[in-house]
């Protein structure tokens, strides 16, 4: 069994428990990150789970935590690297950035001498992702908007598209790779990463979080991780996969109180309406109609909103995939 070393430990077989102990809060309490790696006797790749970059997020947390209680993280080959929780503080006090006021996401690959949200980046990129080949990053969508179960990978990556199908949900967006992401960062260094997005901030969402797991468990048998045959059996993949080339979100052309009438899912022809937007006082009520025709992979679901917020995303470019 070859060497495997994290923070500074020898991984052996079965499950060891680290912490990324890297800074305190104000009050000089210690806050560790922890790191559940589980270890077979067999060789094989090594796929990391993270949740948590955003501390709102706190779907990605509930299916990383489920993952690792039911035993899924325990591979018959290779390793399984879980870190349910990358940003405690946020997590505690339930918002999505960093206490330094920084997006966690926006700040990799980080630096040892940088700001509090860089710290923490650049420990995950130095002293985790090395290790790594293979990564789900699980988030949800922010500010009350609604994301349906869906896979972003890059579209060039032939292996990604790969994974992204063999997850298994109704969605396969090709997602642009934003700048000092966690994704683009694991990238450059040659690991291959899917992002995971299903569901809203502050929200957990049982159907969300099982199609994840599932998802998770299929990537897994995929690389030879663990056989997941019998848990698969009556937990088929979905019938119908969309491969999102292009998407946009539609927005408001008026401030007020916002209905819904189509569901995330589904498909909407262009002129279709999708909502309405009324005043609270009874003078006026506008519908909102579709300027595409496509899918709707994400929905805001705050019940007041402004002239120029987004309401629904929609694919506008999209195939069935093969």
Known sequence: MKSLQILGKDIGVGKTVLSLDIAKLHTRTSLEVPVIIERSAVDGPVLLLLAG?????????????????????KPTSGTV????????FGFLNQTRDF??????????PGSAKGSLAGRFAHAIMHDIVPHVDYCIDFHTGSSSRFNYAQ???????????????????????????????????????????????GGKDHHLDKEVTRQAINGTMRVMQYLGLRDFSKELEAKPASKEQIYVRKSTWLRANHSGMYRRVVSIGQKVEKGDTIGSISDPYGDF?????????????GSNHSPIVNQGDALVHVSTTHEEMM
């Open 53 to 73: 970059i955003h501390g709102d997020e706190v779907n990605g947390v509930e299916i990383v935590r489920q993952i690792i209680s039911k035993k899924i993280s």
């Open 151 to 197: 896979v972003r990978m890059d579209g060039e990556d032939k292996e990604c598209i790969a994974l992204a199908k063999i997850f298994g949900v109704k969605f396969v967006i090709d997602a642009p790779i934003r700048d000092k992401s966690f994704r683009k960062s694991a990238s450059i260094l040659g690991k291959k990463v899917l992002l995971f997005e």
């Open 285 to 297: 009520e506008k519908k909102v109609k579709s300027t595409y025709t496509g899918y709707i992979i």
């Open 99 to 108: 206490p330094d006021g920084r997006d966690l996401n926006r700040t990799f």
């Open 81 to 88: 690297i879980c870190i349910p929780v990358v940003n405690v």
